[in-house]
């Protein structure tokens, strides 16, 4: 009988507070280029180590260069999206290929926006 | 005002202090100065006495003589000790004439009720020649008195004994009580004993334990999770001020903790010496020849790389020794 009503009391405030989140939330991509910019960046973490060792192996004096050239192969083979080259850093929010500033990762228009209605910590309109 | 206070003390007190009493009245009334020109001039006068032993000895001779008058004065004025306010000035010891003036100057100076005031200092300076001159008299006479007063404890012959014994015999059984003075243990701590009151299980293995563990482990049923997520999200009320906000973010994970810890996440427990010197994992490589001089180049890239853990720097040298095996018959032919 307690265990029921304290259910009960639970759903009825469970609906006088749904969720408070005051932040927004999205829980998609802003569109496929952006999409395929996150798999490229996911696949070049993973190949990241074996890269650094292959290329330690080519860029090298002196081992012998035959050895070069087989490592030159290999790292051909590696996926194409595995190399860190191909990831561009857009704008987070809106997915801007250009005019993104990267302590933000926000591209120019939304920095302005957010830091006119005050939301950037310790961003200032610059006036001397 | 002043004038009226001096001279109803003149009226009530016909002792030998009039005469000074009656000149500090005089002067009040005859000078048109301010209360606090008076009290400037009296600290003005008052000499700084240079050498303080002959004003100890003329204070000794001075206490002698005055000790023999108050013994005749204290009785009469003991039974008129709530007369008033106005007889402290006769009352005990005499103090110094200077010292009396300047209080009565600063109790006029003073805003305050100034006769209340001026027998409040009256006081506060005889309380102060008091214990002064107690200091000087008797050290030796209280501290005598205070011993004598002080009684031995005495030890029964028992318990001294336990004490004894208890100290010498050291054979503990697991509990951490001892066996032979166990009699005499129960008899000398009377008030407490050893034995009342619930065990910390310190010392022994508590074998109840391990199965409450094993129950609670055991129990608990998806409805029992989903009914402690449901508490968990009704409990968490929104914020309802800047601080509570700080403190969820902080939970979150979003803010950081403060004083700013910089190893957060980091828990590297390898010396630096593992860091350093990775030529123990060199043994899989050959001696000589440039794949010897490339892994010794590697090794010291790797020793100055603080960002590495010791595990990946030693990932890195594994993959190596497994890429150049691979590579074996290949390195054969050149």
Not at chain 1, 77 to 82: G, Q, W, Y
Request: hydrophobic letters at 35%; one cysteine or more; charged letters at 30%.
């Amino acid at each position: 009988m307690a265990a029921a009503a304290l259910w009960w009391a639970l759903k009825a405030a469970r609906q006088v507070l749904p969720s408070p989140c005051p932040r927004q939330v999205r829980s998609y991509h802003v569109d496929w280029r952006m999409l395929r910019d996150v798999k490229r960046r996911n696949v070049a973490y993973e190949h990241a180590d074996e890269r650094l060792r292959i290329n330690a192996i080519r860029k090298n004096s002196i081992l012998p260069k035959e050895l070069q050239e087989v490592a030159d192969k290999e790292i051909s083979a590696l996926p194409r999206d595995s190399c860190p080259v191909r990831i561009r850093n857009r704008c987070v929010l809106t997915s801007r290929p250009r005019g993104v500033k990267r302590r933000w990762r926000l591209s120019r228009i939304v920095f302005r926006h957010f830091a006119d209605h005050a939301q950037m910590s310790g961003v200032q309109r610059a006036m001397w | 005002s002043t004038s009226s206070v001096v001279s109803t003390n003149k009226d009530k007190s016909p002792a030998s202090k009039d005469s000074t009493t009656e000149g500090a009245s005089k002067r009040h009334e005859d000078g048109a100065e301010t209360p606090k020109q008076k009290l400037l001039d009296i600290i003005g006068d008052m000499k700084v006495e240079v050498s303080y032993r002959k004003k100890l000895q003329q204070l000794k001779t001075s206490e002698n003589k005055n000790q023999a008058v108050n013994k005749l004065a204290g009785t009469d004025s003991e039974a008129s000790v709530p007369q008033g306010t106005t007889e402290d000035i006769q009352r005990g010891k005499p103090l110094n004439p200077e010292l009396v003036k300047a209080a009565s100057a600063v109790a006029s100076s003073l805003p305050l009720n100034k006769k209340q005031t001026e027998s409040e200092l009256l006081a506060q300076l005889r309380r102060h020649e008091e214990t002064t001159d107690k200091q000087k008299k008797g050290g030796t006479i209280n501290i005598r008195n205070v011993i004598s007063e002080m009684a031995v404890k005495r030890q029964s012959p028992a318990q001294r004994g336990a004490r004894i014994s208890g100290r010498i015999s050291l054979e503990l059984d697991e509990d951490g009580q001892r066996i032979r003075p166990e009699r005499w243990s129960s008899q000398s701590f009377d008030s407490r004993s050893l034995k009342v009151g619930k065990r910390l299980n310190i010392f022994t293995k508590a074998s109840t334990e391990p199965e409450h563990a094993l129950k609670t482990v055991s129990s608990p049923t998806i409805w029992d999770l989903e009914f402690a997520k449901e508490i968990a999200a009704i409990t968490a009320q929104p914020p309802r001020n800047g601080f509570e906000e700080m403190i969820q973010w902080t939970k979150e994970g979003i803010l950081w903790e403060f004083p700013i810890d910089n190893e957060v996440g980091m828990e590297d427990d390898a010396e630096f010496h593992e860091h350093i010197f990775l030529e123990k994992h060199l043994e899989g490589f050959p001696r000589e020849g440039p794949i010897r001089h490339f892994m010794e180049l590697v090794i010291c890239g790797l020793s100055k790389n603080p960002y590495l853990s010791v595990k990946q720097k030693v990932e890195h040298i594994e993959w190596f020794q497994k890429y150049f095996e691979e590579k074996k018959e290949l390195l054969q032919e050149i």
